[in-house]
Structures are given as structure tokens and as C-alpha cells.
């Protein structure tokens, strides 16, 4: 046979065996921990040590500790369980699981007095600073790898908010504060409006969009769940979004009616970046059991 001939043969058929062999998903699990303070550790979450896994701590909130009423521009305090989740309980379960690391959310739905919590900045620059101080801060104390978005009231206009999060993202990377940051949107016009222009922005530095799934209806269908996904997956073009569900199943796609066959569909496609759960502090009364079914599909998503 010709040389030239042979060469090419070789070559066309580990080309068609290379494009047969499925390209490799981000398979990261996270898990929201510490924001109802029922003493929910670390270390009761089963964890696959195959896959990457996050922890995000909820949450760290810019406000006042005295009243947990009144927004401090961005100096931001702890507020979930720190009994609990408390630097040496992130260094222990860092250190018996390589794979494992741990953030923090920045936000939530409600201020610890109560009300929303209202993302309120006095001026793009102040609120800037004052969050990489007090941050960096915190995510040194509690040796953090990196932060979330989940603020879901707002009193300030899109460009703010974008600058604000975004700049903040941005700093903390290049001074290697964080390895990862993620944002949390759910499909409300205000909320997707201020998110949106974050990504169109800022889209490059955010390595996750932990999209809120479980806001949509409690009767969600599987076939309603992929297409809310395709849409999001638009929305925030070329951004890993995770699927995801809330333990208490009072809202979305529950693992009882369908959140694995739609998951195991979105696998089929190649679109399954990962999953995330909301949140430990009520699976706990489960044992956990869908962390451990949402681990082991991610486990298998490459084959």
C-alpha cells in the first residue's frame, strides 16, 4: 500500500474513534450549608471523591450584626452556622477530602432581622472596597476557595450591581483570594435583569451559574425543567449551569417526580455541567439520600 495512503487511513480512523469518545463534564456537586442553623456539619454530607464538590456557607451578608437590620456597604459579616461550620471544621474535612472545597454566598433572600436582604450600596467604589477588605477577611479566617452570588432584593440599578460584583470577583481572583466564584439567578424579571448584565459584563470570571430551578412551580415537568433549562442556558450563554433542587421539595422539578430523568436526558445531550442541592440543613432529615443519587449520576456522566 502506499505510504501516503496508509498514513491517512490511520489517521481517519483514530479521528472517527476520537469524535465517538464523549467530551468529559465539569461533574461538580455543591451543596448550600449553614443557613438554618440545625447543626448540620460538614461532615454528615456524603461525599464521592470523584467528583469536584463545593460547599457554599450561607450566608455572608453586608449587614450590621447588632440589629441585622440596616445594609453596611459591602462590609460584609458572618451569618450562617459558625458553631458549627467553623474554620478548623473547613480545614478537617478539606484535609480527609482532597476534592472538596468550600465558599461562601454572598446575599440570600433574607436580612437576619428578618426582612429582605437588599443589596444597597452607597457608590460603586466604597461598596468595592469595603467587600474585598472584609471578604478577604472572612475567606482568609475560614481558608475559603470561593464566593457565590445569591443576593435576590435590590435597591440599585443594573450597571451597579454589575460593576459592584463584578469588580469584586475580579479583584479577588487576580490577588488569588478565590479560585471560583459562582452566581445563583431564578427567573424573576428584576432578578434576571441585574444578573444578566453582571454576565454580559463579567461573564469570563464566573465559572458556574447555580440557577435556582426550584423557583419555578412545585408541578414542574420533566419536559417543563429541560426546556427552563435551555432557556437559562441561553440566557447565560457559555456558562456552566448546574440543574438543581430543593430539599424540602416545595418548589421545581423534586427528585421524586423526575429531577433525575431530566438530568439523565440533559447527560444524554452532553449539557450536564453539574447539580447543586438546597440545602444540607434540610436533607439532613433525609439522610441525605439524593445527595448521594445526585453524586453517583455525576460519578457515571462520562460514561
Given amino acids: 500500500m502506499n505510504p501516503n ?26 451543596e448550600y450549608i449553614g443557613a438554618e442553623f440545625n447543626n448540620v456539619k460538614f461532615s454528615d454530607v456524603p461525599i464521592n471523591p470523584t467528583l469536584q464538590f463545593h460547599f457554599l456557607l450561607s450566608f455572608a ?9 440596616t445594609p453596611t456597604n459591602g462590609k460584609f459579616n458572618v451569618f450562617w452556622d459558625s458553631n458549627n461550620l467553623s474554620p478548623s471544621h473547613v480545614s478537617a474535612i478539606k484535609k480527609a477530602n482532597p476534592n472538596v ?3 461562601l454566598s454572598l446575599g440570600g433572600d433574607t436580612a437576619p432581622s428578618g426582612g429582605s436582604a437588599f443589596f444597597k450600596p452607597f457608590s460603586i467604589d466604597s ?7 472584609t471578604l478577604t477577611q472572612i475567606i482568609q479566617q475560614y481558608n475559603l476557595d470561593g464566593i457565590d452570588i445569591d443576593y435576590e432584593h435590590f435597591s440599585s440599578d443594573t450597571h451597579t450591581f454589575a ?7 475580579k479583584t479577588l481572583k487576580n490577588n488569588n483570594v ?3 466564584a459562582s452566581i445563583a439567578p431564578f427567573d424573576d424579571d428584576q432578578v434576571q435583569s441585574h444578573y444578566q448584565a453582571l454576565w454580559n459584563k463579567y461573564g469570563d470570571l464566573i465559572d458556574y451559574v447555580n440557577f435556582q430551578f426550584y423557583a419555578y412551580d412545585k408541578g414542574t415537568t420533566v419536559s417543563q425543567f ?31 417526580n423526575g429531577f433525575f430523568k431530566a438530568c439523565d436526558q440533559l447527560k444524554q445531550q452532553g449539557k450536564l455541567h453539574g447539580i447543586f442541592i438546597w440545602s444540607a440543613d434540610d436533607s439532613k432529615k433525609n439522610g441525605f439520600r439524593y445527595e448521594k443519587r445526585s453524586q453517583s449520576l455525576l460519578a457515571n456522566n462520562n460514561n
Fill in 5 to 30: 495512503i496508509l498514513f491517512m487511513t490511520i489517521f481517519l480512523i483514530i479521528l472517527s474513534q476520537t469524535n465517538s469518545v464523549p467530551i468529559p463534564n465539569t461533574n461538580v456537586f455543591t
Fill in 61 to 69: 451578608i453586608d449587614y450590621d450584626t447588632s440589629s441585622g437590620s
Fill in 226 to 256: 429541560i426546556d427552563y433549562f435551555n432557556t437559562q442556558s441561553s440566557n447565560y450563554h457559555g456558562g456552566k449551569v448546574l440543574t438543581s433542587f430543593i430539599s424540602d421539595g416545595s418548589g421545581g422539578l423534586s427528585p421524586e
Fill in 163 to 169: 460593576e459592584c460584583i463584578g469588580r469584586l470577583i
Fill in 101 to 103: 472545597k468550600v465558599g
Fill in 127 to 133: 461598596w468595592v472596597s469595603n467587600a474585598v477588605k
Fill in 178 to 180: 478565590i479560585s471560583f
